[in-house]
Every structure is written in C-alpha cells, then in structure tokens.
C-alpha cells in the first residue's frame, strides 16, 4: 500500500502544493529577470533603459529572497511538523487563512514594483505606483504605500503560519506530555522563534516609519535609523532562508544517501545556536555607515564569528551522516567512500552540490565579516557573489532537488523525468560557478554593485588576472546557463503534474538517526529558556547603537524627502543621505 504524504494528509498536501506552486511562479519570473540584469550590466544585450534596470533589480531581490524561499519554506514547516508528529494541523481554514494573506501581500508589492515599467503608472492613493526602491528599501528611497502594505501581509502572513505550527504542537504535547519534541518539529519551532525576533524590527522600520512617510503622516524619517531596523532582520533573515536547507540536509540527505543521520542531540544544538545568534549582529552589514561608532561594529563583528560555529558543526555532521550512508552502500577507504554516493540520484545530487557551493559561501562571508578587510570588498559585486553562493545556491538548488520528491509525494505522480533532473542541477552547479567566481574576482578590483552601468569615465577597471571583458562574459554565460536550468525545473515540475498517479511513490519517512534525542539533556528542548537569552542578547546588540543612532539624528530625522531612483536623481540621493548622517 502507497504511503506518500498525500496519502496521510491530503488536505495539508494541497495547502503545501500550492505554496510550492507559488514559490516556483515566484522563482520563475525572479529568475528571468536576473538573465535581464546579467545582460545589461555586462553590455551583451540590451532593451531596455536604464531607469528600468532598477526596476528589475527590485523585483528580482523581493520575488527570490522572499518570496520564492519563504513560500517554500511553510511548505517544507508545514510537512515537517505534520509528518514528525503524525497529525494534521487544528484548523485547515486557518492554514489557508495565512497562506491567501502570504499571497495578497506577494501580488501588491508585485504590482507596484511593475507598475515602474509604465510610460504614466497610475496615480492611487494620491501618488503613482512605484517601489524602485530594490530589496532593502533603504530611506531616502520611498516606495508607494501599497509596496509596505504588501510587505507588512506577507510577514503577518508567516508569523500566522508559525501560530499554526505551534498549535499543532501544543495539541501533540497535551497527548505526549513526557516525549522529546521530534528533531523536524524541534527545527521548525526555534526557527520560528527567531523569525518573530528578527522580523521586530522590519515591522518596526514600516509601521512606524516608512508606511506613515509614504502616507504624508510624517514629514521625514532617519534614514541611519531604518536602515540599521532593516539589517537587526536583514542578516537573520539569511537564516529563515538557510533552515528548511538545513532540515532537508540533516533529516532527508542522509536518507538519500543510504545511511542515517550522525547525531539528532547535535543537530538541536545547532538550532539552538543559530536562535540564540542570528539576531544581533547585523550592524556587521553596516561597516562603512557613518553615524555608528566604531566599538558598535566591533561588537557586531565579534558575534557574527560565533555565528560561524553551527554552520562548521552542520559541516561535521552533514558530511559524516553522508560518509555512513556511502559506507552502508560499501564504499571504502579515506574518500573512496565519496564514489559509493548515489550521483545519478538528481535529488542527492542537488543537495550535495548546495551544499559544496555553501562551504564556499562561508569562505567568502568570512571576508564580509571582518572589519578592515570587510572595506576592500563592501559594496562590491563580490558581496553579490556571496549571497548567490548562499541563497542563489545552497538554498535554490536544495529547494529545487527537494521538489522531485516532494511533487511526488504531494500529488501521488511519478516524476516527470529524472535524467533532465540530474541534468538541471548539474548545469545550476556549473552556471553558478562561472557567475559567482566572476563576481567575486570582480569585487577585489572595485566593481560596484547596485548599478546599470559599473563603469566610470576617465577610469579603467584593472584585474589582477584576466580581463573585465573574460569577467563579464563568465557572468553573462553562467546567466544563460541558469536561465536555461530553470526552464528545465519548471518544466519538470509542470510535466509531473501532468502524469498519471502512481502506486510507486516512496514512503514519507525521515531519514534515522544513529545517535538519538536520549542522547541529548532535556534542557535543548526547553524553548522558553533559549527564546529568552536570545531577546537578552539583541537587547544588549542593539539598545545602545539604537539609543545613539537617534541621538545623533533624532527619531524621525528632519528634512528627508523621498526619493525615486534614477540615473539623474542618484547622485542627489547619496549627498542628501550623507547630509543627513554627517552634519
């Protein structure tokens, strides 16, 4: 008889069916639109202006680093707490409750990002639709009200979808009041206790700063101020994208790999580690702010190296569950064992190489990490190479192995075809390798981010190795690469939907573990003492740089107008910011 995840819940399969669905619409035009930026900036193909190209570049930062991850990220939650607790969730109508809001915050700031491609965008509540304002919607830069409505939808909408795995829980423990909390639901729950954390202070910077602005309540805002509320969740946000990865690489990769998983007491310390962390260090984003004093960024600095510690034990454990599951398979020898792995396996494959390519991201973010050296690069293409190592990578590229078995498992369908799975992830990997190392290597000599058009007048960029026209080439070759990667995914994903049910669905389990929970002391699943240390420490973070931040610039600042982003209208922006930092 066929066990598949629909087959236990079927109601839940469909909620989780069309987050995922969501994520690849979310993915699939994020995803176009950076082959669009790639093109551009690099001066192979060109059509459209350069205005524009700001339009783009927001909406392909919101649609990938939020939308796509997060809505496949309460996909992965939901099946995770369902499956590990055996029960389905209290309330479907709430599940979908969220999820509609999740979807409704996704379309408004959608159609005020595009709104920005017409010649006369229409004029609603007394100002034109535009949000030009990329990812990080840092003031002066203001958006249309809609595009922090739609914002301020999509957080309420994940922070509802945590009540609901919450309650599922509750009503688990109330039946098993003396059992550990299952290692998959144990990930779920402390990552959703540091996303409301973190997610405090983005809601803080719209509700009671750039949404008033934008809404003429207030004439000015601090600009230092939101965009230091934007980095205390900036940074973490990185690890609300990084969790569902690294559920699926303690809890499934070692399944796939033949073997089980090295140590569940290990895996909870890491989650812990990574509540009680994530959260106050993100003043490290902000080396070069003026306005923040020098010991603030030493602070942040230094606790952003702890941070180091879960992602090198994830390292440790990953790689040993994966060499037991190669030696259960007979492999041999000090990396003989490596051959004995099953690469034709596109979903192992997919999720081994995320997470090669993210051991390079720490590497890199290292760099980013430290102070001085932190200058050489900052603002840089190299930073955007960084985060396509982690989020364009580990986490895209897990996600997308991952849905060749959830699809199946959602919809009782076989996949589509596995070689052009194996096929897809192969060419990610090596798409991803060209643009990435072009990045990076451009980064060292100075090539800025943000911008339609990196080069200067009267100035040539100079590279150590190679040439700035080899660079962008490999940028615009690893674009066309994994553009045509994600066509390959997309098309899988909707060829699968198409097939006929089947009975040859593999079992939903989780993958073993050899070294268990009674293993472990008691005190890791004790959620309210570690919830609490961490609101102690972003306390200590950021009380005192907040406290001097407004201070030197008052709370709401004085003299900001808003801004819409723009060739001519760049360079005022800047001065106007400095101005306001540096009286």
């Known amino acids: 008889m066929r066990n598949a995840y629909v087959d236990q819940f079927p109601t839940e399969a469909r909620v989780i069916k069309a987050a995922f669905w969501s994520s690849f619409i979310a993915l699939a035009i994020g995803g176009s639109l950076g082959l669009v930026q790639a093109l551009h900036r690099t001066d192979v193909f060109r059509?459209?202006?350069s205005p524009d190209y700001y339009t783009v570049l927001t909406a392909h930062g919101v649609l990938l680093a939020i939308s796509f991850t997060i809505f496949f990220l309460v996909g992965v939650f939901t099946w995770a707490v369902t499956t590990s607790l055996d029960r389905g969730v209290e309330d479907i109508r709430f599940t979908w409750g969220w999820y509609a809001m999740m979807v409704v915050g996704t379309v408004l700031v959608g159609v005020t990002i595009f709104a920005g491609f017409l010649e006369e965008p229409p004029v609603v509540l007394g100002s034109e639709l535009y949000a030009d304002v990329l990812f990080t919607f840092y003031a002066p830069l203001q958006a249309h009200p809609f595009f922090y409505i739609g914002l301020v939808l999509f957080v309420v909408g994940s922070w509802l979808a945590g009540v609901d795995w919450f309650r599922t829980w509750w009503a688990w423990?109330?039946?098993n009041p003396d059992e550990r909390i299952p290692l998959p639901t144990f990930m779920v729950l402390t990552t959703t206790l540091f996303w409301y954390i973190c997610t405090l202070g983005v809601a803080l910077s719209i509700l009671v700063f750039l949404l008033p602005w934008s809404l003429g309540l207030v004439d000015s805002v601090n600009p230092l101020l939101t965009r230091t509320l934007f980095w205390y969740f900036g940074h973490a946000v990185v690890y609300?994208?990084?969790?569902?990865?690294?559920?699926?690489?303690?809890?499934?990769?070692?399944?796939?790999?033949?073997?089980k998983l090295f140590s569940d007491p290990l895996a909870r310390v890491v989650f812990v580690l990574f509540l009680l962390?994530?959260?106050?260090?993100?003043i490290h984003h902000q080396y070069l702010d003026p306005g923040i004093a020098e010991g603030f960024k030493f602070i942040a600095m230094t606790n952003t190296m702890f941070l180091l510690l879960p992602s090198l034990l994830t390292a440790f454990t990953v790689v040993a569950s994966m060499e037991h599951g190669a030696r259960q398979r007979g492999g041999e020898g000090y990396v003989g064992w490596l051959t004995a792995l099953p690469w034709r396996d596109p979903i192992f494959t997919g999720m081994a190489l995320a997470g090669l390519m993210f051991a390079a991201a720490g590497f890199s973010g290292m760099i980013n990490a430290g102070m001085n050296i932190n200058y050489l690069v900052h603002n840089t293409w190299w930073v955007v190479g960084h985060f396509h190592l982690t989020v364009g990578t580990a986490v895209a590229l897990t996600f997308m192995a991952a849905a060749y078995w959830f699809i199946p498992q959602l919809t009782g369908k076989e996949l589509w075809n596995r070689s052009v799975a194996l096929g897809q992830v192969l060419l990610w990997f090596i798409g991803m390798t060209f643009m990435s190392n072009a990045m990076h290597r451009s980064g060292l000599f100075g090539m800025p981010?943000?911008?339609?058009?990196?080069?200067?007048?009267?100035f040539e960029f100079e590279p150590a190795v190679g040439t700035v026209g080899e660079i962008n080439a490999q940028v615009a070759l690893g674009a066309v690469l994994l553009t045509v990667s994600l066509a390959l995914f997309l098309l899988n994903m909707v060829m699968t939907s198409f097939n006929e049910t089947s009975d040859a669905i593999p079992d939903n389990t989780f993958a073993g573990t050899l070294s268990?929970?009674?293993d472990s002391p008691a005190i890791l699943d004790n959620l309210a003492l570690w919830t609490?240390?961490?609101?102690?420490?972003?306390?200590?973070?950021?009380?005192?740089?907040?406290?001097?931040?407004?201070?030197?610039?008052?709370?709401?600042?004085?003299g900001i107008d808003g801004f819409q982003l723009g060739i001519e209208t760049g360079r005022a922006l800047v001065l106007e910011s400095i101005r306001e930092v540096v009286p």
């Open 47 to 49: 059509f459209l202006e």
């Open 173 to 175: 423990r109330s039946e």
């Open 240 to 259: 609300f994208w990084l969790m569902p990865t690294y559920i699926l690489w303690y809890t499934m990769l070692p399944k796939f790999s033949g073997g």
């Open 277 to 282: 962390l994530s959260t106050p260090l993100g």
């Open 449 to 458: 981010r943000r911008t339609a058009e990196p080069q200067y007048q009267g």
């Open 516 to 518: 268990g929970p009674e």
């Open 532 to 558: 609490a240390i961490a609101v102690v420490l972003v306390i200590f973070a950021y009380t005192l740089p907040l406290a001097s931040i407004i201070d030197g610039g008052g709370l709401f600042g004085s």
